[in-house]
C-alpha cells in the first residue's frame, strides 16, 4: 500500500504541476500579451492583429502590444516565436510561411512543426488580372491570348509571394507558359502592369476591384474555388475551367512551441469572440478578408495540406531555394 500510495501521491502532483503550468502561464504574463507580426505596419496580419487587440485585451485582462518584426521574408519575426518559451506571445501570419523552405535555404526552424497552431482567423482571394488592353475579359480568353504568342510574362513582388504562387498554379492547370519577373516589391509591379510594361499578374480582390472600376485593368477570375462572397460578381477560375483550382491567401495565429492545450483554447476562445464583433467584421469586410475559423487540428491539417500543394507546384516549375 505504502508503495502505491507514493505512485498515486507523486501522480497528483504531476498532474496538479501540469495544470498550475496550464493555468496559470496567463497568471505568469499577467500584464502583457504580445502578438508579433513578422511584416510591416499595414500589412494584412498587421492589421488583423490591431482589429483583434483591444477584444482580446478586454476579455483576458491583459495589456495587449503587437510587435512589428519585419525582414527576410517573415523569417525573422516567426522564428523569434519559434525560440519562445513565452506562452504569452502569439503570432499572425499569412498562408506563405508554409512556402518558405521552398525558396529560402535558411530557414532556421520548423514551419510546420514548430509553432503551436491556434486557429486560422480569415480567407481572402487574389484575382487574375490584365492590362486594360490584353484581350481577356475570362479565362478561355487569357488561355487563348497566352497560347497565342511567344515571350509574354507575369510579374509579381517577389519569388514565393502569392502573386507568383497563384500563377504558377493556374499556368500549370491550363498549359499557358508565361516567364515569371519578380520585382522587389508591390508597388513597381502593379506601376508596370498598369503602365502596360507588365501584361499580366495575380492581385489581391481588394485592391484589384478598384483598378478594374477605373478601367485600368480587367479582371479574369477569382483564386478561391468558389465566388468571393463580397465580390460576387468575379467567377471563380475553377468554374471557368481551371483544374482543381484553389489558392487561398489565408491568415492564422500561431502560438510557441508546447504551449500547453487548455491556454490555447483559452487564446483560439477568445480570437473567435474577437472576429464575432461587428466593429471587426466590418474592418475585415473593407480589407476582402473573409472571417474563417477552426480548432487547432484544422489550421495544422490545412498547413500540411499547402505545404503538399505549392512543394508540388514548386516541383513542376522547377523553383529552387536561394
Given at each position: 500500500?505504502?508503495?502505491?500510495?507514493?505512485?498515486?501521491?507523486?501522480?497528483?502532483?504531476?498532474?496538479?504541476s501540469?495544470?498550475?503550468?496550464?493555468t496559470g502561464?496567463?497568471?505568469?504574463?499577467?500584464?502583457?500579451?504580445?502578438?508579433?507580426?513578422?511584416?510591416?505596419?499595414?500589412t494584412?496580419?498587421?492589421?488583423?492583429?490591431r482589429?483583434?487587440?483591444?477584444?482580446?485585451?478586454?476579455?483576458?485582462?491583459?495589456?495587449?502590444?503587437?510587435?512589428?518584426?519585419?525582414?527576410?521574408?517573415?523569417?525573422?519575426?516567426?522564428?523569434?516565436?519559434?525560440?519562445?518559451?513565452?506562452?504569452?506571445?502569439?503570432?499572425?501570419?499569412?498562408?506563405?510561411?508554409?512556402?518558405?523552405?521552398?525558396?529560402?535555404?535558411?530557414?532556421?526552424?520548423?514551419?510546420?512543426?514548430?509553432?503551436?497552431?491556434?486557429?486560422?482567423?480569415?480567407?481572402?482571394?487574389?484575382?487574375?488580372?490584365?492590362?486594360?488592353?490584353?484581350?481577356?475579359?475570362?479565362?478561355?480568353?487569357?488561355?487563348?491570348?497566352?497560347?497565342?504568342?511567344?515571350?509574354?510574362?507575369?510579374?509579381?513582388?517577389?519569388?514565393?509571394?502569392?502573386?507568383?504562387?497563384f500563377?504558377?498554379?493556374?499556368?500549370?492547370?491550363?498549359?499557358?507558359?508565361?516567364?515569371?519577373?519578380?520585382?522587389?516589391?508591390?508597388?513597381?509591379?502593379?506601376?508596370?502592369?498598369?503602365?502596360?510594361?507588365?501584361?499580366?499578374?495575380?492581385?489581391?480582390?481588394?485592391?484589384?476591384?478598384?483598378?478594374?472600376?477605373?478601367?485600368?485593368?480587367?479582371?479574369?477570375?477569382?483564386?478561391?474555388?468558389?465566388?468571393?462572397?463580397?465580390?460576387?460578381d468575379?467567377?471563380?477560375?475553377?468554374?471557368?475551367?481551371?483544374?482543381?483550382?484553389?489558392?487561398?491567401?489565408?491568415?492564422?495565429?500561431?502560438?510557441?512551441?508546447?504551449?500547453?492545450?487548455?491556454?490555447?483554447?483559452?487564446?483560439?476562445?477568445?480570437?473567435?469572440?474577437?472576429?464575432?464583433?461587428?466593429?471587426?467584421?466590418?474592418?475585415?469586410?473593407?480589407?476582402?478578408?473573409?472571417?474563417?475559423?477552426?480548432?487547432?487540428?484544422?489550421?495544422?491539417?490545412?498547413?500540411?495540406?499547402?505545404?503538399?500543394?505549392?512543394?508540388?507546384?514548386a516541383?513542376?516549375?522547377?523553383?529552387?531555394?536561394?
Open positions: 500500500m505504502t508503495g502505491s500510495s507514493t505512485t498515486w501521491r507523486r501522480r497528483d502532483w504531476l498532474l496538479a501540469a495544470a498550475g503550468l496550464a502561464s496567463l497568471r505568469a504574463q499577467k500584464n502583457l500579451l504580445r502578438v508579433v507580426v513578422p511584416l510591416t505596419p499595414g494584412t496580419p498587421d492589421t488583423i492583429a482589429s483583434i487587440g483591444p477584444l482580446m485585451q478586454a476579455r483576458l485582462g491583459v495589456e495587449y502590444i503587437v510587435e512589428n518584426k519585419p525582414g527576410a521574408s517573415g523569417m525573422i519575426g516567426m522564428s523569434s516565436v519559434a525560440r519562445s518559451t513565452d506562452f504569452g506571445t502569439l503570432l499572425v501570419v499569412p498562408a506563405t510561411t508554409v512556402t518558405l523552405p521552398l525558396f529560402y535555404k535558411t530557414v532556421d526552424f520548423d514551419v510546420i512543426n514548430g509553432l503551436t497552431p491556434i486557429t486560422q482567423v480569415a480567407s481572402s482571394s487574389f484575382v487574375l488580372a490584365v492590362h486594360k488592353d490584353v484581350p481577356a475579359n475570362n479565362l478561355a480568353e487569357f488561355v487563348a491570348w497566352g497560347k497565342s504568342k511567344t515571350g509574354l510574362f507575369y510579374a509579381s513582388p517577389g519569388n514565393g509571394t502569392h502573386h507568383h504562387l500563377m504558377e498554379l493556374l499556368l500549370q492547370s491550363t498549359g499557358v507558359k508565361l516567364e515569371h519577373v519578380a520585382y522587389k516589391g508591390t508597388a513597381p509591379a502593379v506601376n508596370d502592369l498598369l503602365g502596360g510594361q507588365v501584361p499580366t499578374m495575380f492581385l489581391p480582390i481588394q485592391i484589384a476591384v478598384p483598378l478594374r472600376e477605373a478601367g485600368r485593368i480587367r479582371i479574369v477570375g477569382g483564386s478561391l474555388r468558389e465566388r468571393h462572397p463580397h465580390f460576387p468575379i467567377p471563380s477560375l475553377q468554374e471557368q475551367g481551371a483544374r482543381n483550382y484553389h489558392a487561398d491567401p489565408w491568415f492564422a495565429v500561431w502560438g510557441p512551441p508546447k504551449m500547453p492545450p487548455p491556454q490555447v483554447e483559452q487564446y483560439r476562445a477568445t480570437v473567435v469572440a474577437a472576429l464575432a464583433d461587428a466593429a471587426v467584421k466590418e474592418s475585415f469586410t473593407k480589407q476582402g478578408l473573409i472571417i474563417k475559423t477552426g480548432t487547432p487540428a484544422e489550421l495544422l491539417a490545412l498547413t500540411r495540406a499547402e505545404s503538399a500543394l505549392w512543394t508540388r507546384v516541383r513542376e516549375a522547377n523553383l529552387k531555394p536561394e
